[in-house]
Nanobody, 126 residues
Framework: VQLQASGGGLVQPGGSLRLSCAAS????????IAWWRQAPGKEREGVVC????????YYTDSTEDRFAISRGIAKNAFYLHMNNLESEDTAVYYC????????????????????WGQGTLVTVSS
């Protein structure tokens, strides 16, 4: 199983980026999917989780109105659409797939996720 995250880069505050996570060795449409991030000097935190079973999506408070997760259409991939980026969004972003079809109440702890991408750096700076 391999997840390949891409799409990071340098963007100005208020700008947008779309991160991609391409999968091989598993079908992402069968599992809950998520994005995580780790800012410099901070612990990794969950950004968003999307269930496969019912399509419900769970965002952290700081990203709910600005970020959106989506699954690829006819592609074994998923995406993170980030708008109105802030300097606090600067981090390495990781994609992950759960061993479950749904995001559990403990999804932010990370233990549900068995497959992880290598991370892509997003820098928000003027």
């Amino acid at each position: 199983v391999q997840l390949q995250a891409s799409g990071g880069g340098l963007v100005q505050p208020g700008g947008s980026l779309r991160l991609s996570c391409a999968a091989s060795g598993l079908t992402v449409d069968h599992y809950a999917i998520a994005w995580w991030r780790q800012a410099p000097g901070k612990e990794r935190e969950g950004v968003v989780c999307m269930s496969r079973s019912d399509g419900n999506t769970y965002y952290t408070d700081s990203t709910e109105d600005r970020f959106a997760i989506s699954r690829g259409i006819a592609k074994n991939a998923f995406y993170l659409h980030m708008n109105n980026l802030e300097s606090e969004d600067t981090a390495v972003y990781y994609c992950a797939t759960s061993r479950f079809r749904s995001c559990t109440v403990d999804w932010e702890r990370g233990a549900d996720f068995l497959s992880w991408g290598q991370g892509t750096l997003v820098t928000v700076s003027s």
